[in-house]
């Protein structure tokens, strides 16, 4: 029996980030908690459930301390693997790093080029949550080795993983802040619900993966994009946790160095000369 925190971490603590909980062994895993938001979060370890009715939530620094407390709330044991989005690095980021330029590399073709960090974003509080986790016991892995490290951190990236995750050849479209540039000549409604079909998508695909996610998002009365993007957030933190299951399953690869390394599923990076560079 494993457990893995998916975190989608936003780069600044203004806005909000999607956190999941899954465990399992071998093919059968569950969802045990997901939320659009830190605090969210740690109030449904709390027996308070996500309120998916309200518009959007806050954004707030992260606790890793009672984050992992949380996890271990609702799991009854400790948290085996922390799969984040976020540039995380066991050296300083000053800027773009080796990683990114691999995975861009890799996956540019297909639309799934990686942001540049910054010494602002994610900036000290990238930093501050690799301190934590590391404090708490979590390092950093950017090499495979067998069996996989435990407890663990690992970098992940949504884009190309759901290359993978939904058996598609280019990025996928279903980020609410990209709607006007994926459909310039559509209306705010046509988008929306374009938006809306995508993340039914991904949903599905997810609760193929994980038991209990159909009860646990809610994709109902969409007024605005805002409203929309609590969901994103929270598939964002489910993908996360999905690469982190993949990964204790040696079915991902790191692309990068020592210093830092994204962890993508092996069947979409596109041929062994990536991993040989």
Not at 53 to 67: E, I, K, N, Q
């Amino acid at each position: 029996m494993k457990t893995v925190l998916g975190i989608d971490a936003a780069w600044t603590p203004e806005n909000p980030s999607g956190v999941a909980l899954v465990q399992g062994s071998g093919r059968k895993w569950t969802c045990l908690g997901v939320a659009p938001s830190y605090e969210s979060f740690i109030s449904i370890a709390d027996g308070r459930p996500v309120d998916w009715g309200m518009r959007c939530f806050d954004g707030t620094p992260p606790d890793v301390s009672r984050l992992l407390k949380a996890a271990k709330k609702l799991s009854k044991r400790h948290v085996d693997l922390v799969a984040i989005d976020m540039p995380v690095s066991n050296s300083q980021i000053t800027g773009r790093r080796y990683a990114d330029d691999r995975v861009s590399k890799v996956f540019g073709g297909r639309n799934c080029g990686a942001h540049s960090p910054s010494v602002e974003r994610p900036g000290e509080m990238g930093n501050q949550i690799t301190k934590d986790l590391v404090k708490d016991g979590y390092y950093l892995v950017t090499r495979v080795v067998r069996p996989p490290t435990s407890p663990g951190l690992i970098e992940v990236y949504p884009h190309p993983s759901l290359l993978s995750l939904l058996k598609l050849a280019e990025r996928v479209k279903y980020k609410c802040s990209k709607s006007r540039s994926y459909w310039p000549e559509a209306n705010l409604d046509q988008r929306i619900r374009n938006l809306i079909a995508m993340h039914k998508k991904i949903h599905v695909a997810l609760s193929e993966r994980f038991e209990g996610v159909n009860g646990l998002i809610s994709i109902r009365n969409v007024e605005s994009l805002s409203h929309l993007k609590k969901v994103e957030d929270a598939l964002d933190a489910l993908i996360c946790a999905w690469v982190g299951v993949e990964y204790l399953a040696g079915r991902t690869v790191p692309l990068g160095d020592d210093s830092a390394a994204i962890w993508c599923p092996v069947d979409v990076v596109s041929s062994g000369q990536e991993l040989r560079e």
